[in-house]
């Protein structure tokens, strides 16, 4: 189960405490946000395509969704999200509980720039009623990320 290859990694680091476990759902950003007790723009959920035949992640505020010409212009390809079986396969984790920690080797992982409003997020922790709290430092430490992208909408003032 991916929550243990996830566990494994962050104990591996001393932080297997920190991993949090809920008798209830964290499957969705509402889900989780109930489950955590934060407001859902604090959950830092993956989003998983394909960008030339390889699996990427991009990791954003609960709140956004991709802006599809930011997106093309960043990775030179049309958004095109992963099927729940190609997350399983090319992610390593199940739909509901991918994360950015102990992913499949060769996934390219991208943090977007929404999540910077914030000081702590709540990202899963490879099962569907698992999180972990994080600082922005720490996510960037922890998750092993490519880069900082702007490819989402919905959380900016101004849009």
Not at 1 to 20: D, H, N, P, T
Not at 43 to 71: C, H, M, Q, R, W
Not at 107 to 134: H, M, Q, W
Request: charged share 20%; proline share 5%.
């Amino acid at each position: 189960m991916s929550i243990e290859k996830v566990r494994r990694y962050f104990a591996q680091l001393g932080m297997a405490e920190r991993v949090l476990e809920f008798p209830v759902s964290s499957a969705t950003v509402e889900l989780a946000a109930v489950a955590v007790g934060c407001e859902p723009a604090r959950i830092a959920k993956s989003l998983s395509f394909l960008v030339e035949d390889k699996p990427i992640l991009v990791i954003a505020a609960g709140d956004t969704k991709i802006n599809n010409s930011a997106y093309k212009a960043q990775f030179h390809a049309k958004a095109k999200m992963l099927t729940p079986e190609q997350v399983v396969e090319l992610i390593g984790h199940i739909v509901g509980g991918v994360c950015p920690f102990a992913v499949n080797p060769g996934v390219a992982v991208y943090l977007d720039e929404s999540l910077k409003r914030f000081d702590t997020v709540f990202p899963a922790c490879g099962s569907s009623n698992s999180a972990i709290e994080l600082t922005i430092p720490e996510l960037e430490k922890y998750s092993g990320f490519t880069a900082w992208v702007d490819v989402c909408k919905g959380w900016r003032m101004d849009e």
